[in-house]
């Protein structure tokens, strides 16, 4: 009689091909909410590049454990500048809001599974970029001094601005009993380009006819997530076990 079935062997084998990306499949969850503090630094045509404090809040939607778009809303201080040492006497603070949305990569999307300690370490290692706008309150602002009495830069209290938050950071998760990461500590560098020059309350333009560089401001932070909600499948190795 003529076989029609495979042998055992091969059957074996067949089933072993298809159980290998099962091997490497785990659980997230695909919400992530999280809070933090931290300091804020100017950098505008106002030399002295002072420090301030800030918080934010941030919830994400994770569409593999590697890949997310999220919200993010600020509010704090920039400073800069010192009239006591500054050319003109400059000296600002500003009481901004900012609320942004941003898309995130990890290094876990990028390296291949692995269960050592060091790649538990870095795959929350990311890069995230997006677009903003920010509220300005300049709540204090030195008149400026020059020599030429005609010469009167313009100065703003309020005003908004459209910027783009470049983002550095890294999470370090922390598994529950059942091997879920919930929680995890953040770390983030953000450089903010702004298109405009009101986020000092100095303004040239108008007098100078001419376009100074765009204001900036950076955010080094630190902050806790929790994650939550629905229950995602991926293809790569995250929950830990």
């Known amino acids: 009689m003529k076989r029609i079935f495979p042998s055992a062997s091969l059957l074996c084998f067949a089933l072993s091909i298809l159980a290998l990306p099962s091997l490497a499949q785990s659980n997230f969850y695909k919400l992530s909410i999280g809070g933090g503090g931290g300091i804020t630094q100017s950098f505008t045509e106002v ?5 301030g404090v800030a918080g934010y809040g941030s ?22 500048g010192d009239y ?24 876990g999307a990028i390296i291949e599974n692995d269960y050592s300690r060091l790649y538990n370490n870095i795959k929350g290692l ?12 300049v709540t204090y602002v030195v008149p400026t001094k020059t020599e030429n009495t005609t010469y009167l830069e313009q100065r703003t209290s309020s005003s908004s601005s459209i910027f783009f938050p470049v983002n550095l950071g890294i999470n370090f998760y922390f598994a529950n009993s059942t091997g879920f990461y919930r929680y995890a500590l953040n770390v983030n560098y953000q ?38 909600g629905p229950i995602g499948l991926s293809r790569k190795n995250f929950r830990k076990y």
């Open 126 to 137: 990311y890069i995230a970029g997006g677009i903003g706008k920010m509220k300005n309150e």
């Open 84 to 107: 006591m040492t500054e050319p003109g006497n400059k000296q600002f603070s500003n009481s901004y809001k900012a609320v942004s949305g941003n898309g995130k990569i990890y290094l």
């Open 47 to 51: 030399n002295k590049h002072a420090f």
């Open 191 to 228: 450089a903010n380009i702004t298109l405009n020059e009101y986020m000092d309350g100095y303004d040239a333009s108008k007098v100078t006819f001419k376009g100074g560089n765009p204001d900036i401001y950076t955010f080094l932070s630190v902050g806790l997530k929790y994650n939550f």
């Open 59 to 80: 919830l994400d939607y994770m569409f593999t454990p590697f890949l997310s778009l999220g919200l993010e809303a600020q509010m704090g201080q920039i400073n800069g």
